[in-house]
């Protein structure tokens, strides 16, 4: 994903330097006070490790569409991981990106004060100035033209973003976009699954409103299905300038 398609965009002064750090699959853009390459290379190799090591003991981690239970040998980001899915109702890798994103930027914030890390669209971020997030939806109704502010004092947060229409993650729904915003990173990705999931029609939104914003630690809702849009929760909509 070149850096300019990049789901936020910046807003009122937010942290100037940037950076990407990737490993095999994961492969992150990061904003913070200063360059954190190698802090962040560290973190993001140590989360990785955990998890690769958790599954080679228990694939059906992996490749369960369902929540799975938990065996009490789960390391930090893979116990995480199993509760998201547990409360979303879907499998445990439906919070990967979140989760993975949360764990660096968690680490981060040891050198930093403000820290956003996105993987894959999926963000966690800890503001100290207010930023949009641009929501880029891939229909001729709302293409690059929606974004969310996030004031500090709702961080840290999550912001994951769920589709049927872009990248490579499995979804069953129609959703043109499903955003969720949640207390952590993993929670926000597994939501945002299991909302876009639910989503076949239009008639579906509401519904599928209702369901995310019943789970306890998701702030907010927004769903996009073609010329409809749909929110609940703490949902600041903001043009994209």
């Known amino acids: 994903m070149k850096h300019s398609k990049r789901f936020y965009r910046d807003y009122s002064g937010i942290s100037s330097t940037a950076f990407n750090v990737k490993i095999d699959t994961s492969d992150l853009f990061i904003r913070a006070d200063k360059d954190l390459h190698d802090e962040a290379y560290e973190a993001l190799k140590t989360a990785r490790t955990e998890l690769e090591d958790y599954i080679t003991k228990h694939d059906e981690f992996l ?18 991981m199993c509760r998201a899915s547990a409360s979303a109702g879907v499998g445990p890798m439906a919070a990967v990106a979140g989760a993975i994103a949360e764990a660096v930027g968690r680490e981060l914030l040891n050198y930093s004060e403000e820290v956003i890390v996105e993987n894959g669209g999926d963000l966690w971020m800890k503001l100290v100035k ?53 207390e952590t990173g993993a929670l926000a990705d597994a939501v945002a699954t299991a909302v876009c999931n639910m989503v076949q029609t239009a008639d579906d939104i509401g519904n599928g409103l209702e369901f995310g914003m019943k789970i306890p630690g998701v702030k907010g809702c927004l769903v996009i299905f073609r010329d409809k849009l749909g929110a609940l929760g703490n949902i600041a909509l903001s043009p994209i300038e």
């Open 63 to 80: 490749h369960s569409l369902d929540p799975v239970t938990m065996h009490g040998d789960e390391g930090e980001i893979s116990a995480i």
């Open 130 to 182: 207010p930023a949009v997030i641009g929501i880029y939806v891939n229909n001729i109704y709302f293409k690059d033209n929606i974004g969310i502010k996030i004031n500090p004092d709702e961080t840290p947060c999550g912001v994951c973003t769920s589709t049927s229409k872009l990248g490579h993650s499995l979804s069953f729904g129609r959703a043109d976009s499903v955003t969720i915003i949640a």
